[in-house]
């Protein structure tokens, strides 16, 4: 929906773009963290324990099979949009807020990946307030992969380079 809040719809709705953009951003990580942080509330509720972990593969390994195949056309979710006629009757704060969190919450609107379900219930697999909240462990644990990610991708861009080249001789 920020596809919708551009610089020159709202100067011809009479807002501030800037202001409105803001507010979407604090309405979406505001929405995301107390998301995440009754997520881990809940989690703190279990027993602790190496299962976590165990569960927390298991859902990203479900989510990579959903996104990563056709079962991803057929995921679960609500076919609820934010509502577009706010734009016209609200102030611009109001309405960037107001997407912002549904858009923050991650499952108040249509979910379009997988990733977004990993996310909530690697939220609840953190057991804590502010684990969920932040998903830190999670995020510490992407920050480690990114440089053998980026490797992988240029091996995978070297061998489709080599493929390609083999089928111009």
């Known amino acids: 929906m920020l596809a919708s809040i551009t610089p020159l719809g709202e100067r011809s709705r009479g807002f501030s773009w800037g ?6 951003a604090v309405g979406a990580v505001a929405a995301g963290a107390a998301g995440g942080a009754i997520g881990g509330a809940l989690g703190s509720l279990a027993p602790g324990g190496g299962w976590r972990t165990a ?9 990579v099979c959903f996104d990563g195949t056709r079962l991803g056309r057929r995921l679960p979710t609500s076919r609820r949009q934010v509502n577009e006629d706010w734009l016209g009757r609200y102030r611009g704060w109001v309405y960037g807020v107001a997407f912002g969190a ?14 977004v379900y990993a996310a909530a219930v690697g939220a609840v697999l953190c057991g804590t307030v502010a684990g969920g909240a932040g998903l830190i462990r999670l995020h510490a644990a992407l920050g480690r992969l990114e ?7 240029v091996v995978g861009e070297i061998l489709a380079l080599g493929l390609l080249i083999g089928g111009l001789t």
């Open 147 to 153: 440089r053998p990610a980026r490797r992988l991708v």
């Open 19 to 24: 202001l409105t953009a803001s507010a979407f």
């Open 102 to 115: 549904q858009l923050g919450a991650g499952l108040a609107t249509v979910v379009t990946s997988a990733a």
């Open 55 to 63: 569960a927390g593969l298991a859902v990203l390994a479900a989510a």
